[in-house]
């Protein structure tokens, strides 16, 4: 079934359109990646695809609901969560407080229930810190519960902010450059994980500088280049794409 599906998106900052006419979809249960040079407009894409920022032109089709313009807090509700390129965790709150904000984005105890700390409210939270533990040992970070975030080791803090927007139970997931500054073997057990969430029966959408990471682990990929789409398909037949190799390694590669 088709989850995802994007028409036409720009979007323009003053002259300069980070991201320029881009069509795109995604099937369910799919990982795809979306990868290109620095400044080619992944993030924007992302920030767009989360209602962070508003598209020029285009439109958002997420479920069959065309979303495009709807603000971030609806857009985790309606199923998108995602992490950042640069981490975005509650630096003072611990590992597991982390998790439940997760969690809450999408919770459905109501206001009432939450101030007049009704039995119902207490119910939840056992519920919510037992999956939240859950969550967290698949990262290998459960006896790390009650640490506070900032005091994890890099890796962990990159780990916990996966666990945090899966807490959201999210239909579509995105990650941006979720290996980056990870060392070769943090990187490995990293897209091991990220295989098993697919096995799993997620979907979801990987930002990656890396070309090579992203060949083994991808249904599909998505190549942009200042804003543009320039490839998709295949992971062969990006890799012998002309215009793939040079805009990563420059003309005459
Ligand atoms: N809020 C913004 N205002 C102006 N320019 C922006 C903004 N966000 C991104 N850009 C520009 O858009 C381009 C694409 O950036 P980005 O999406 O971060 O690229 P990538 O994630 O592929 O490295 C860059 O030239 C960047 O400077
Ligand atoms: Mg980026």
Redesign the pocket.
Known sequence: MKLLEVNNLTMA?GG?K?VNNISFHMEEGEIISLI?P????????FNMLTGIYIPTEGSIVFNGKNITGTAPEKIIKEGIARTF?NIRLFPHMTVLENVLVGMHSRSHNGLFHSLFRTKKFYQEEKRNAYKAKELLATVNLADKCNEYAKNLAYGQQRRLEIVRALAAQPKLLLLDEPAAGMNPQETEALMKYIRGLKDKGATILL?EHDMKLVMKISDRIYV?DH?VKIAEGLSKDIQNNQDVIEAYLGKGA
């Open positions: 900052f300069l980070a290109g620095n400044g080619a407009g992944k993030t924007t894409f390129q930002i942009l804003g």
